[in-house]
């Protein structure tokens, strides 16, 4: 990996290697890596908002204008299975690869 950092970055992780804090430039760069993972949140370590707070965050945001009301389960049409005809496509697929 090839990374490109700006000329003042560049200057300090070179300072840091002649100033024996570490042995090599990869090394400043690990450790700083390491260090802003372990103090950036992580959403395993983050907790996680409710399906109520994230419809006010998106309210808040401006992301939408008014919360949605609840659909009516008993609204919903029933679901009727199609009937087709032919073979089905597992075996279709199974029969072609033989």
């Known amino acids: 990996m090839t990374i490109h950092l700006p000329p003042e970055l560049e200057r300090f992780v070179y300072d840091q290697v002649l100033a024996g ?5 990869a090394d400043v760069v690990r450790a700083a890596l390491e260090r802003l993972r372990k103090d950036a949140p ?3 370590t983050s907790p996680r908002m409710t399906e109520a707070e994230f419809k006010q965050h998106l309210l808040e945001s ?10 009516d389960p008993a609204s919903r049409p029933v679901f009727q299975p199609i009937a087709l ?3 089905p496509l597992s075996e279709t697929i199974i029969r072609e690869r033989r």
Request: charge should be negative.
């Open 21 to 25: 804090r570490y042995p090599s430039e």
């Open 42 to 44: 992580t959403p395993a």
């Open 62 to 71: 401006g992301r939408i204008s008014s919360l949605p009301t609840p659909a």
């Open 85 to 87: 005809e032919g073979e």
